[in-house]
């Protein structure tokens, strides 16, 4: 015996536009960021909306949708005090992977999270800030153009200039190797070993930064000091050493 037709389902002007909201998407990406929020807030509407208006300058003629520089942290208060860091950066692991964040962020405001972070000797961290950078794009984000701070503390002035010294060396190791910041990463093969590539240049301030004498280091933890010199771990960094002080690098250049 037949089986009788089915009735078809008339697909209505309403049932089209909710399908197409369903999987409508923009590059601010703003369901996966709701449920990033979710994780951290009771509403996290109202936390994305703050992302989006908060911490707004007033308009003048430098003025700027970033988010203005964060609290300065002296070295003796962030020395192996991660919970200071997380108090300074909350919700920061879900943050990095929110569009609207990352827009208003800088890349001066990560490598003074990069400074807290060697500051806390809390080293696997690093790793996670330097892929943020390395994903982020656009000439904001390039590291010739991260400006000089100015900072008047000469710990972390000598500790910034050190670390964007290093992050571009880092950077570069990635370039030589095929990694692109991109994500269009290059194979190498026998016929092209070594991909060409543009590489990211030092910005000129740094080399102007004084090394971190003695007397600096008076306020630190004695743990910390050793003949006259920072030291946070054995790293033989060349950058650090001249600078007096002493940090791992390899998170740096994991691939």
């Not at 060697?118 to 984000?141: D, I, N, S």
């Not at 400006?147 to 060396?169: H, K, N, Q, T």
């Not at 370039?175 to 543009?198: D, F, T």
């Amino acid at each position: 015996m037949p089986l009788p037709d089915q009735p078809r389902i008339k697909i209505t002007w309403w049932m089209r536009l909710r399908s197409r909201l369903r999987y409508l998407h923009s590059p601010l990406r703003l369901r996966g960021s709701i449920r990033r929020l979710r994780h951290d807030h009771n509403n996290p509407y109202y936390a994305l909306m703050m992302l989006f208006i908060g911490h707004l300058q007033v308009p003048s003629r430098n003025w700027t949708y970033n988010f203005p520089p964060p609290a300065l942290l002296a070295p003796k208060d962030i020395a192996g005090n991660e919970v200071l860091f997380d108090h300074h950066h909350p919700f920061i692991f879900n943050l990095r992977y929110i569009p609207i964040w990352t827009i208003r962020d800088t890349p001066l405001h990560a490598i003074y999270r990069l400074y807290e972070i060697y500051m806390t000797r809390e080293f696997v961290l690093l790793r996670l800030e330097c892929e943020y950078m390395w994903r982020q794009l656009g000439p904001k984000w390039s590291l010739y153009s991260i400006p000089d701070p100015c900072d008047p503390d000469p710990v972390r002035y000598a500790m910034l200039a050190s670390i964007v010294e290093e992050l571009v060396r880092a950077f570069n190791f990635r370039l030589q190797h095929g990694q692109r910041r991109n994500g269009r990463n290059v194979r190498r093969s026998i016929a092209n070993p070594w991909p060409e590539y543009e590489p990211e240049v030092t910005p000129t301030w740094t080399a102007h930064v004084r090394p971190i004498e003695s007397d600096d280091l008076r306020e630190l933890p004695p743990d910390m000091v050793q003949d006259g010199k920072l030291v946070l771990a054995d790293g033989g960094c060349e950058n650090f050493n001249r600078r007096n002080f002493d940090a791992p690098t390899r998170y740096l250049y994991t691939t």
